[in-house]
């Protein structure tokens, strides 16, 4: 069982990914802003972040970059997932230091295969 973050403005893609996460066996904790979900995940330490790329203020980049340089959150991987499906997305996201991508929607055997991939152990 991991415990994976979540930072998302969309309270139903958080119920969704939540309720598949449960289910999988993982604990999930939630953010519904950039700001937020940095300030908890430095206290919290997840094993693995969900980053939604659009919403208001500082967006998931920027939120990506900001975690992945922390020295104290640098080693958290961060999985991306967002409504934006240009290539060119995908690759600034992982310049950003996410370490996989995914475009809404995503299915319940996809996510769970990515989040698997990122945490072997944890499965």
């Known amino acids: 069982m991991a415990h994976i973050f979540i930072i998302d403005d969309s309270p139903t893609d958080v119920r969704v990914f939540t309720t598949l996460l449960e289910k999988a066996g993982h604990k999930v904790s939630s953010a519904a802003s950039a700001e937020d979900g940095i300030t908890a995940v ?56 996410a370490k996989d991508f995914l475009t809404k929607p995503v299915s319940e055997k996809e996510l769970l295969t990515r989040i698997h991939n990122l945490l072997p152990n944890a499965a």
């Open 42 to 97: 430095k206290r919290a330490k997840p094993d693995l972040v969900i980053m939604d790329v659009i919403m208001p203020g500082m967006n998931g980049f920027q939120a990506t970059r900001t975690l992945s340089r922390d020295p104290d959150t640098a080693n958290i991987p961060i999985l991306i997932i967002t409504t934006k499906s240009m290539e060119t997305d995908r690759v600034w996201g992982l310049r950003q230091g």
